[in-house]
């Protein structure tokens, strides 16, 4: 069976020794030796801090605090300029005995209830070394957040939660990297596709050609091949079971809002009459089957 004209479809809802820069942009130290430039504030008596040689090792006490946390301010009151890059990125290591989760916090100054900053976290299974990258504007999964001002960074806070246990956690690292303005990678689960007057796929049309490494899916034998101008022909085994071919967009989905139907051509190149099954699938669960009635050779 081959589709020897265009498929149109129109419905579908488818700290360390210093915090330093990569990309050769050089970033003022925020760690040095044994913290010479910083100053360590914990959150609460439940908190305590050593630092030592390239890092800092953060201890906190099971107690009442819902979020123990280890603040770092700079020692003469100024704010940490992280204005040349995009991202900070943090190592820590777990050193307890339970899998904990570590904060990693860059505050703005400001009124509380505007929440004037931006945090990413990390789980770590003890002796576990993980990696929090924190975009500046982004937070919790580099999700938009607050406009942080990366310029007047007034204090970087690795936190816990609450725990019967105590936990233990070094900071391995703590780096800028990136340019002004960086933004996350795409996911491609959120990328809308809107074909050009409709049409996803056209034998004759070199604008819309179909990727067969990246577009087809196949169930139970069946296949697709792309013939240059000529269509996509789908092949479905013999036997008991019912084969099926998936054409999906190369990456996200079809936005196809603006339309009310789907039409496709269809031509059985075959030796008996069939009768194929259409739907679509959404994000929401497939359309209702369209059953083809059946075509002669």
């Known amino acids: 069976m081959t589709f020897s004209r265009p498929i149109l479809l129109a ?11 990569q ?5 003022k130290p925020v760690y040095e030796g044994a913290g010479e430039n910083l100053a360590f504030k914990p959150s609460s ?35 940490f300029d992280l204005s040349k890059h995009g991202n900070v990125e943090a190592k820590v290591t777990n050193l307890g005995s339970k899998k904990i989760s570590v904060n990693l916090r860059l505050d703005n100054e400001g009124d509380w209830k505007t929440n004037p900053y931006n945090a990413e976290s990390t789980s770590l299974d003890p002796g576990e070394t993980g990696t929090i990258k924190l975009i500046f504007g982004h937070s919790y999964g580099h999700k938009k957040g607050f406009a942080l001002n990366s310029a007047a960074i007034s204090r970087i806070l690795f936190f816990g939660g609450k725990s019967d246990v105590d936990q233990v956690f070094r900071i391995d690292s703590l780096i800028t990297g ?8 795409v996911d491609p689960a959120t990328i ?3 074909p050009k007057n409709g049409v996803i796929y056209e034998a004759a049309n070199p604008a819309v050609k179909a990727d ?5 899916a196949y169930e139970n ?39 009310l139907q789907i039409v496709l051509d269809l031509q059985n190149n075959g030796t008996a009459p069939v009768s194929p099954k259409i739907r679509l699938e959404t994000n929401g669960g497939p359309s209702d089957t369209a059953i083809v009635e059946a075509i002669e050779p």
């Open 45 to 79: 008596e439940q908190v305590t801090s050593a630092a030592s040689g390239q890092s800092i090792t953060v201890t906190i006490k099971p107690g009442p605090e819902g979020y123990p946390g280890l603040g770092l301010t700079k020692k003469d009151g100024t704010p």
């Open 23 to 27: 990309f050769g942009v050089p970033a």
């Open 221 to 259: 034998g069946a296949t697709a091949v792309v013939s240059e101008g000529k269509g996509i022909g789908l092949n479905f085994p013999g036997g008991a079971k019912t084969g099926s071919v998936t054409f999906k967009p190369a990456e996200g989905r079809w936005d196809l809002s603006q339309y």
């Open 11 to 21: 419905a579908l809802a488818l700290l360390p020794s210093a915090l330093h820069a």
């Open 178 to 185: 990136g340019t002004p303005g960086e933004l996350p990678p």
């Open 212 to 216: 067969p490494e990246k577009q087809f």
């Open 192 to 194: 809308r596709i809107k």
